[in-house]
């Protein structure tokens, strides 16, 4: 194959990335997956880009650990950070992590899901109808952004005034987990887990006084646990709502935003899905593979593994490349096109096995509704300048949108 390529999959670093990476990596997940999939990196991790080594490796919890701590403690050393990602449901292994995710399950119950679908349309609608009133609008901030931030908000009932800092200290919390940070942004993560902490104190506090409809409201739910006596501690629940919060928030925006970006550069597919709306669901399913708003996951071996024909040890750090593995040829037909009908789409954007996205139905309720409306709204939308990327290689965005509405 091409010198380049294989060039490209020789340099690769993860903590190393070029300004070229972060705009578009897809060249250089290309060539690792075709010369080394399973890549050593000069740190001793392994960088996975197959579809089918992520699939064995997220199949078994037993053989990759999603467990943190070890990794985590020279990272952020004894501290509010650490305490955060290490209680957070997402980096624990069985069996902590099955008692707390039935209970957070439990809690985003389809019907609970189903009954936020008449809110979220008059919340869309809304902010449609201000982005009308603008005509020039930024993407991300006057619509992508906001949809998330007010269903999670509703999720876990945080009075209306009282949704100004979310966002921000949900960004700060999983800039942290970028694969190198400095002392600010370091700095900054925990900042934000303390007052995060300190607001959910007294939002858990005035919920316990006055408990809302389990049916409903999350939060009063994850209080009160389950039927069978099953609760999380008070540490694990306040964590845990904090990592709700976090989940749902970027990784949302980002498939609002980098779906309006990408329909809007494949103007046959967008004219496609406008002229035939029943296929937005397979669309949004095409978004989410075509330009997965999590671009990587983690784990670590606990005993000596074969995978793809290399031997790893115990205990070594692999980091599960969903957007390499999103376009594995192996696995989809001309993965490096937009196609708003793909099926099958058996994509890895909300990972798969144990720890599988527990918002998925709720993501892909709110990317429905705000992409569907939003076309069907303002059919001839317009890029107005170049689109600015977030500048992160764990959550691929954007930072703005510049756009001019019809
Ligand atoms: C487009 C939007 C979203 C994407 C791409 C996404 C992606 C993911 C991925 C890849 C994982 C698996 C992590 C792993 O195995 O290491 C995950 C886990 C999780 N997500 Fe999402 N997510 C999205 C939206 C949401 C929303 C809206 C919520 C909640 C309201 C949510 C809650 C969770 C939770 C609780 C977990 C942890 C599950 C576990 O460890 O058992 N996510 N998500």
């Known amino acids: 194959m091409n010198a380049d390529a294989r060039e490209l999959a020789a340099g690769f670093d993860i903590e190393k990335l070029t300004p070229e990476f972060y705009i578009d990596p897809y060249p250089t997940y290309r060539a690792l997956r075709e010369h080394e999939p399973l890549k050593r990196l000069p740190n001793g991790s392994y960088f996975l880009t197959r579809y089918d080594d992520l699939v064995s490796a997220y199949k078994s919890t037993r053989l990759f650990s999603s467990d943190k701590k070890r990794e985590f403690a020279p990272k952020y050393g004894n501290s509010l950070l650490y305490e955060h990602h290490t209680t957070s449901l997402v980096f624990n292994d069985p069996p902590a992590h099955t008692r707390v995710r039935r ?4 809690a985003l119950s389809p ?3 189903a009954g936020m679908e008449p809110d979220l349309i008059a919340l869309v609608d809304r902010l449609l109808d201000g982005l009308a009133v603008k005509g020039h609008v930024e993407l991300i901030e006057d619509f992508a952004s906001a949809i998330p ?3 999670i908000g509703n999720l876990l009932d945080v009075p209306m005034e009282e949704r100004g800092p979310l966002r921000d200290w949900s960004l700060a919390i999983l800039g942290a987990l970028e694969p190198v940070i400095g002392p600010e942004v370091f700095a900054r993560g925990n900042e934000a887990v303390k007052d995060f902490l300190a607001y959910l104190e007294i939002l858990v506090a005035r919920r316990r006084a006055k408990p809302g409809n389990p049916e409903r409201d999350v939060l009063t739910r994850l209080i009160q646990g389950e039927d069978n006596g099953e609760r999380l501690t008070a540490r694990e629940l306040l964590h845990n709502c904090i990592f709700l919060l976090n989940a749902g928030h970027e990784t949302t925006t980002n498939l609002i935003g980098n779906g309006l970006v990408a329909l809007s550069r494949n103007p046959a597919e967008k004219r496609r899905l406008i002229e035939n709306p029943a296929l937005i669901k397979t ?12 671009q990587l996951g983690n784990r670590m071996t606990t005993e000596p593994v074969e995978l793809g024909g290399i031997k790893l040890a115990a205990g070594t750090p692999v980091t599960l490349c969903i957007g390499a593995a999103n376009r594995d040829p ?7 096109t937009l196609d708003v009908a793909r099926a099958p789409n058996r994509h890895l954007a909300f990972g798969t096995g144990a720890h599988q996205c527990a918002g998925m139905a709720l993501a892909r309720l709110e990317g429905a509704i705000a992409v569907s409306r939003f076309l069907a709204r303002f059919p001839d939308y317009a890029l107005s300048a170049p689109p600015v990327r977030g500048g992160r290689a764990r959550f691929r965005g954007f930072l703005s949108v510049p756009c001019v509405v019809g």
């Open 103 to 106: 209970l957070i399950m439990g």
């Open 111 to 113: 019907r609970a899901i």
């Open 149 to 151: 931030v007010q269903v």
């Open 283 to 294: 669309a949004i399913e095409e978004i989410l593979r075509f330009e997965s708003s999590n």
């Open 330 to 336: 192996a696995q989809f037909a001309d993965p490096e």
